[in-house]
C-alpha cells in the first residue's frame, strides 16, 4: 500500500525553521504519519470491525473508511460511500488528496457526477508529453487523422478527413513562407469554400475526429495515437475558445460509449478536466461534459449517449426518481440548445446568426421544466441542417427526414428512449422527424416500447402541409440554391403528404395528445426578404388544439419569460399528459 504526506514547502533557509512554526510542523508530520499507520491497519482488517482500540479521532478514519467501502462488492454501499464522500465533511486537503490518489475509476466518476463534489477530489491532469521537435499542434493533429483508417468509410466522414487534411496542407505551406506564403506571413486559418470563413484549421480536424469516433475501431487508434493527450493539450490551448472545447468534449464523450477505454480515459486526467466543466454556468458546455460523464458511469447510467444526443435534466447522479423523458428536436438551422432558449432581440435567419454564440441565452427547458418537472429526463437532439446546398456539408441522401429519422431513432433508442413515459417536443422539421420516427418505429418489433410509450406530441409551427419557404427558394434559386431539407418542405411534396397521412391515422389509432402552436408574424430572411415561413393552414394537423401565436418562426418556440402563455401552456399540455405517470 502506498501513503502520501502533503505538506507545504519550506524556506532552506535554517534560520526560518525555528521557533513555534517549526515545532508545529513537526507535530503535524507526526500526526499525518500516525494516521497512516493506523489508516493502514483498518484496510488490512474487515470492514465490519470496531476500533475502539485505535488511540485515533474519528475524522481520521473517515476517509479511509470510505475508500474500502467504495470498493465493496455490495452496489449499494460503493453508491452510499461516494454520497458520503461528497457529504460536508471538516476535511483537511490532506484527505480530499489520499481521496483523489486512492480511490478506484468507478468512485472518482461518481464524484465528478456528483453535484456538490469537493474540486479537491480530483487530482490535475498527468504532464502532458512533449511535441515532437520541430512539430506543433496542427502537424500532430495531421498525423493522428491520417493514421486512422481511410478505407470503407461512409461519405461524410471521407468528406470531413479530406477536408481537414487539405486545409491543413495549405495552412502548414502557409506557416513555413510555402506556395500559399503572402508577404511571408502565411495565413492565419485556412478557408474552404462552402465553410464559414472564421473556422480554424483545428475545426476541421475536429469535425473530422468526431466523426471517425463514432466508429468503435477508429477510437481505439485515436487512443493508441496519443489522442487524448493530443486533445488534452488543444483543449487546454483553446481555453478561450468554447467551440473548440465543446468539439474535444465531442470526441471524448464518443470515446467513453467504449466501456473498455474507461481505465485510459480517466488515467489520461479528462475526469478532472470534466469535473470542473459539468459545473461551468455556459449550459452548452455544461451538457457537452455530462454527456462524457454519463457515459463513463457505468455505475448508475445503463443508457449510451450517442453523438448529438444530450440529457438537459438531470445532469449529476440524483435520488429523484426519473419517471418520464421529455424530448426536444429541433429545426431547420436550430441547435439542441439555442432553438430553446429566452426569446430575446429580433434576429433574421441567417447562418450568420445561427452560429453567433453571444446571442445564445438561457435554455428554458434545462432551468424551468427542470425545476417545475424534476421527475423528468430532458433530452435535446442535435443535428445538422442547412439552407441552402452552398452549406452542405455531407452528401444530400444523409440529410433526408428518412435517414435522418432512423438515425435519429437509432440514437435514442440507445439512450433508452421507451423505457418510460415519454412527450415528444418539436419545432418546424423537427416535427417532420418525430412524425417520420414514430412511423418507423411502429413497423419495428425492437421499436415497439417507444410506441407505447409515447403518451403525446407537441408541435411549435411544423409545416405539416409544407412552407412557403420551399416555394419562396425555388424562385430564388439563385440565392439560395436549397438544400434537400427545404425542397422536402415543398407543398406539392408526395412524401410530405403521404406522412401526413399515415400520421393522423397511427396518432388516432393511439390515441395521442397533440397540441400545436404555429407562428401568425412573418420572419426576416437575410436583410431583405421577410416571409411566413408556415402559414397556419400549414400548421393545422388535423387532431389536437392548433394555437396562433403573436411571434415569427423562429420565436414560436422562445418564451418571452416563465410566466408567458407559451411556456405556460407548454408546462400545463406536460403535466395534464403526464398525470397518471407522475403520480405513480
Known sequence: MKSYIYVHTVSLDKRENHGITYQARKELHKAVRKVLAISARILQGPFADTFATFDVEDHECAVWLLLKKSQSDDRAARLQAVREMVAAHPWHDYQFRTIAQACDLRTLTGLARSKESDPRFFLPPPPLPPLKEDSSIEEELRHLLASLPQTELDECIQYFTSLALSESSQSLAAQKGGLWSFGGNGLPYAESFGEVPSATVEMFFLEALVKHS??????????????????????????????????????????????????????????????????????????????????????????KYQDGV?????????????????????????????????????QVLTEKVSEDETRYTTCWPK??????????????????????????????????????????????????????????????????????????ASQRPEMSSVINNTRGILFYSVPHHGSHLAEYSVSVRYLLFPSLEVKELSKDSPALKTLQDDFVKFAKDRNLQVLSFVETLPTSIGSMIRLHVVPVESADLGIGDLIPVDVNHLNICKPKKKDAFLYQRTLQFIRETLAKDLEN
Open 214 to 303: 463514432e466508429i468503435p475501431t477508429h477510437c481505439d487508434k485515436i487512443e493508441a495515437n496519443g489522442g487524448l493527450q493530443l486533445l488534452q493539450r488543444l483543449y487546454q490551448l483553446y481555453k478561450d475558445s468554447p467551440k473548440v472545447q465543446r468539439g474535444i468534449m465531442r470526441v471524448v464523450g464518443n470515446m467513453a460509449l467504449n466501456e473498455h477505454l474507461h481505465s485510459t480515459i480517466v488515467r489520461s486526467g479528462w475526469v478532472s478536466i470534466l469535473a470542473a466543466a459539468v459545473k461551468s454556468p455556459d449550459i452548452m458546455e455544461a451538457s457537452h461534459a455530462a454527456r462524457a460523464l454519463a457515459n463513463l458511469d457505468r455505475e448508475t447510467v445503463a443508457e
Open 367 to 440: 432551468t424551468w421544466l427542470a425545476s417545475d418537472c424534476p421527475a423528468l429526463r430532458i433530452i435535446s437532439v442535435e443535428y445538422d441542417t442547412s439552407l441552402s446546398e452552398w452549406r452542405a456539408r455531407c452528401p444530400s441522401e444523409r440529410k433526408s427526414i428518412a435517414f435522418r429519422s432512423n438515425e435519429l431513432l437509432r440514437k435514442l433508442r440507445a439512450a433508452g428512449v421507451g423505457d418510460r413515459p415519454v412527450i415528444w417536443v418539436s419545432h418546424s422539421m423537427g416535427g417532420l422527424l418525430v412524425k417520420k420516427m414514430l412511423l418507423e
Open 310 to 346: 444530450y440529457v438537459l435534466h438531470p445532469q449529476h447522479r440524483t435520488s429523484q426518481p426519473i419517471k418520464a423523458d421529455v424530448l426536444f428536436i429541433h429545426g431547420l438551422m436550430g441547435a439542441a440548445f439555442k432553438t430553446w432558449r429566452q426569446q430575446d432581440s429580433d
